[in-house]
């Protein structure tokens, strides 16, 4: 069992920017972030293998910026040019020997 913590979420007004934080208690073959907002399915944000390999959704590239340090089993989403329908719950996902493993989300708000 791997449990997950979560930080950094919170309220920034458009164009701002926030840095969202997971430490795993265990080491993990790929980590990422995916977000739900009111009314919608979750869906991929970020991910990022153990060796490095980075995935990003179409509509945070250029904006969203992901990034591991293994050695703390850590996972970082840098957030830039926030946008209000960047609005979400964000959750931490880590797999990990083929289980998957979620955080229980931090809240991002961007207003207008």
């Given at each position: ?13 458009a164009g701002g920017s926030l840095r969202l934080s997971c430490s795993a208690s265990g080491n993990a073959n ?83």
């Open positions: 069992q791997v449990q997950l913590v979560e930080s950094g979420g919170g309220l920034v007004q790929v980590m990422g972030w995916y977000r739900q907002a009111p009314g919608k399915q979750r869906e991929l944000v970020a991910t990022i293998t153990s060796g490095g390999f980075t995935n990003y959704a179409d509509s945070v590239k250029g904006r969203f910026t992901i990034s591991r340090d293994n050695a703390k089993n850590t996972v970082y989403l840098e957030m830039n040019s926030l946008k209000p329908d960047d609005t979400a719950v964000y959750y931490c996902n880590v797999r990990r020997f083929g289980e998957v493993y979620w955080g229980q989300g931090t809240q991002v708000t961007v207003s207008s």
